[in-house]
């Protein structure tokens, strides 16, 4: 195993070079926790009001597909269930 001889000190991304001052937590520190909730929710309304929704029509193609897919792979997991399950009662009788 090497060890590094000249440690050599790099200033952290983002720091001054002047002494290690602890962060202060800027304007979310100073308020409230009922505050900081209602910032929470409006942030979520405000994402939410981001998001395209898809439309009557697409929403039904969208479930119809996924329950056609379900049902397929239903069906491809009990026919290999039951060709397994009728070659272990051909081998052990």
Known sequence: ????????EVPEPGGSSE???PRKGGKRAK???LARL???YR??????????WP??????????V??????????LVFVIDYGL???MKHVFG
């Open 55 to 64: 439309t009557r029509q697409q929403l039904s193609t969208y479930t119809s």
């Open 19 to 21: 002494g290690n001052k």
């Open 31 to 33: 308020k409230g926790p």
């Open 66 to 75: 996924v329950i056609v897919f379900v049902v397929i792979i239903i069906a």
């Open 38 to 40: 209602g910032l929470f």
């Open 85 to 87: 399950t009728e070659v």
């Open 1 to 8: 195993m090497t060890e590094i001889a000249d440690a050599t």
């Open 43 to 52: 942030q979520i309304i405000a994402e939410l009001r981001k998001v395209v």
